[in-house]
């Protein structure tokens, strides 16, 4: 059983709980519409993560190959290992593929472990006619990994379109944010100058009353002075 200080063991947890979180966040895509901005930045968040648990996975692969020497295990704590993180990178191609991430699961061969011989190595006991063979061997498997190549490439430029579509969206969700305070601000304006208005018709109409109870107080004194005299 490995120890709470595996390095190893860390980095494979928090692999395992984002992988939970991706799958959770897969589950409640079915509580958004359809199409919308809300969904595209939820689905964008998720290849987001997708893409870092990738990551994580190559990482912990690399540790993986660099235990025996560092940190001695038995074979069968190793075994048991490979198993856990082949499983678990099943299941993060699964959830690539539910949306769409069909390059996804190409960069795996193309980044994993496998080490080929020596060049060097291969030649040892070999004719003029075996060389042959193994120049035409070697130049099929670099045919074979430029086709891998390309496909990660491809893989890269969904990533990309995928950051581009989110770019898009956030612009299109500040324009519109840009338009609903432009909207505001004019309702604002309007707002001031109809208060603008009501106050001088308001210091108007005082005015007027002052005025019009000064008369009534002056024809009051003199009918006052009138009836006294």
């Not at 990178?89 to 061969?109: G, H, I, P, W, Y």
């Not at 994993?112 to 003029?128: F, H, I, Q, S, Y």
């Not at 338009?179 to 304006?189: C, G, K, P």
Request: aromatic share 2%; with cysteine; proline share 3%.
């Amino acid at each position: 059983m490995a120890s709470s200080s595996d390095s190893w063991v860390k980095e494979y947890n928090e692999a395992v709980k984002l992988a939970d979180d991706i799958s959770g966040m897969i589950s409640e895509r079915s509580l958004f519409p359809a199409s919308g901005p809300e969904t595209q930045r939820h689905s964008s968040a998720i290849r987001r993560k997708i893409t870092i648990l990738g990551t994580r996975l190559d990482s912990l692969q690399s540790l993986l190959s660099k235990l025996p020497g560092k940190q001695p295990k038995s074979e069968k704590e190793m075994n048991r290992r490979k198993e856990m993180l082949e499983t678990l990178r099943s299941k993060v191609n699964q959830m690539a593929s539910t949306l769409n991430m069909s390059n996804f699961a190409n960069r795996d061969s193309l980044l994993g472990p496998e080490r080929k011989p020596d060049a060097m190595t291969r030649t040892v006991g070999l004719d003029n006619n075996g060389l042959v063979g193994l120049q035409r061997q070697i130049m099929k498997e670099q045919d074979v990994g430029l086709e891998k190549l390309e496909e990660t490439v491809q893989s890269t430029k969904h990533i990309a379109l995928a950051v581009n579509e989110e770019l898009d969206l956030h612009t299109r969700l500040i324009d519109d944010l840009d338009q609903h305070v432009d909207v505001t601000d004019s309702r604002l304006r309007r707002v001031q100058k109809n208060l603008a208005v009501l106050n001088k018709r308001t210091k108007g109409g005082c005015s007027c009353l002052c005025m019009l109870l000064s008369v009534i107080v002056v024809v009051v004194l003199v009918v006052v002075i009138w009836l006294l005299v």
